[in-house]
């Protein structure tokens, strides 16, 4: 069974931080390029940064470019997203999304940026 489980999201103060965790199972996740995205109530979702299966090359919207690092372990079959400098902007449902000959979704997991 495919899954991408995400965790991590929660609420935090502008300025702070938290690392967002997807876990995959089901398929070979290392071939599989992957990616965050968010969506905010009323807004269309966007890509937030994506990374690929193999090299590890990384892609960063102009929005969290400096502030959000992607990463990935092959060999714990998940990717992350390290996101600093909190803003309220940032709020949003984050969602994983693997790539290779189909397309995976995760559930998502939210992210509220809020004093």
């Known amino acids: 069974q495919v899954q991408l489980v995400e965790s991590g999201g929660g609420l935090v103060q502008p300025g702070g931080s938290l690392r967002l965790s997807c876990a995959a199972s089901g398929f070979t996740f290392s071939n599989y390029f992957t990616a965050w995205y968010r969506q905010a109530p009323g807004k269309e979702r966007e890509l937030v940064a994506s990374i690929t299966g193999v090299g590890g090359r990384t892609y960063y919207a102009d929005s969290v470019k400096g502030r959000f690092t992607i990463t990935r372990d092959n060999a714990k079959n998940t990717v992350y997203l390290q996101m600093n400098g909190l803003e309220p902007e940032d709020t949003a449902v984050y969602l994983c999304?693997?790539?290779?000959?189909?397309?995976?979704w995760g559930q998502g997991t939210q992210v509220t940026v809020s004093s």
């Open positions: 999304y693997a790539y290779n000959t189909r397309v995976y």
